[in-house]
């Protein structure tokens, strides 16, 4: 494999990412995919071997546990005597096939297009993606574009392991007690719905899935899951007049009456966003599927109210129960967590950066972490980089080069 030989953050993420691990949201069951388990029965034993203290598979819900105990932790220091949790997840985005994926690394990359082979026909090109101009000279490693990589979040899961093995082989490094946990089912929203609290132990944590190097988020989207359903009369078209209600149609309507430039592709930065993520139907029966996102709390609630009015306009249309619509939130921001006296973690973070020649690129994130819920489950948890980029899809690629500098990032941080 040539430069990367031998690089352990490197190896650890190929291995991690040949694994299908993709969460099913429709499955109702917790895990919602038991292939999630493979990875966590790895990683458990992997923990072992490293020499990490109270490893745990939960082996019903798939978390995965370990402990470094405190070394040499001085006190005043900021987590001398606190406990740290860095947290990754193991699945993978139901958007995009994680089955049968084929990593290949890309070394001293020339800023051209990479062709990703030939079962697909797919070509990664910065005319698209222009941030892969900033990696020229560096490595890629990329799909062969027929599934997604997985870089979220094995990168992160993969850089957390080779940080934990990198403190126990160096015990001259001084820290305070680390927790380690691997959660399945984030990417449904689910991630740490069976946490143990108790087994985590920690008094802050950092959640290890953001994008490229220097990426810094303590602010999220808050989000819902809403499912409409519509409810049609089928007659024979031949006779359909002033008779059939066409189900597919009447929520067709609905959509119509959501602000078309609030869609996904039309917004950027704190803006939120209504996304169509699913939709069958027939005559008589049709289903949308929305997930619903805003930084801002109100305009999240104005969101919500919105699509609930279109649904009360469809039945005083079409009749009552015409559609029906269950919302289901998700997350909130966690940035009022963190400024309540947690702003701590943002400027050791970026210190650490900083001592390491990372440039910090303090944003909001345009999505969610297991650290936004944990964080309103008491253990205030800001989100760092892991170094991939196009997530979820075909296109998706991680620096190699970045995921050995988050690893250094990592060891820097918790001996702060």
């Known amino acids: 494999m040539g430069k990367f030989d031998g690089s352990e953050v490197i190896e650890r993420f190929l291995r991690y990412a040949v694994i299908d691990t993709q969460s099913d949201e429709e499955s109702g069951t917790s895990p919602s995919s038991e292939k999630q388990k493979n990875l966590g029965r790895l990683l458990e034993k992997e923990l072992k071997e490293i020499g990490v203290s109270g490893v745990y598979f939960d082996e019903e819900h798939c978390y995965v546990y370990g402990r470094i105990p405190a070394n040499n932790a001085k006190e005043g220091t900021s987590f001398g005597s606190k406990k740290l949790a860095l947290i990754a997840h193991m699945d993978t985005s139901p958007e995009s096939s994680g089955k049968d994926v084929k990593p290949r690394i890309v070394e001293n990359y020339d800023g051209g297009d990479i062709y990703l082979g030939d079962e697909s026909g797919l070509t990664l090109s910065p005319s698209q993606y222009p941030e892969m101009k900033a990696y020229v000279g560096q490595s890629l490693i990329v799909t062969d574009g027929t599934t997604l990589l997985g870089a979220d979040d094995k990168a992160g899961v993969a850089e957390i392991m080779a940080a934990a093995s990198y403190l126990i ?8 007690e680390i927790s380690i946990c691997f959660t399945p089912d984030e990417e449904i929203g689910s991630g740490v ?38 409810h049609g009369v089928t007659v024979h ?3 359909a007049k002033n008779k059939m209600k066409h189900a597919s149609r009447i929520a067709m309507e609905l959509d119509s009456m959501l602000p078309a430039q609030e869609r996904p592709q039309f917004t950027e930065g704190y803006e939120g966003f209504f996304y169509l993520t699913d ?30 009015d279109a649904a009360t306009y469809i039945n005083s249309k079409y009749g009552e129960k015409t559609a029906e619509i269950a919302i289901r939130d998700q997350y909130y921001n966690m940035r009022e967590k963190i400024e309540e006296g947690n702003i701590f973690l943002i400027e050791n973070a970026k210190k650490a950066m900083e001592d390491l020649d ?14 936004a819920r944990l964080s309103f489950m008491g253990l205030p948890c800001p989100n760092l980089c892991a170094g991939g980029h196009n997530f979820h899809g075909r296109f998706e690629y991680v620096c190699a080069e970045s995921m050995e500098k ?11």
């Not at 939709?279 to 609930?308: C, Q, S, V, W």
Request: charged residues 30%.
């Open 193 to 230: 719905d069976n946490i143990d609290m108790d087994r985590l132990n920690a008094d802050y944590g950092y959640t290890v899935d953001g994008g490229a190097i220097g990426e810094l988020e303590y602010e999220n989207f808050n989000a819902a899951a809403v499912t409409v359903k519509v």
């Open 169 to 176: 082989k160096h015990p001259e490094v001084s820290h305070g």
């Open 358 to 371: 990372i440039v910090p690129k303090i944003q909001p994130i345009r999505g969610g972490t297991d650290g």
């Open 279 to 308: 939709m069958k139907g027939t005559t008589e029966e049709a289903e949308f599927k929305y997930i619903i996102r805003d930084h801002n709390r109100e305009k999240f609630e104005a969101k919500k109210k919105l699509i609930r």
């Open 237 to 239: 078209p031949g006779e």
């Open 406 to 416: 988050i690893t250094d990032l990592l060891i820097k941080l918790v001996s702060m």
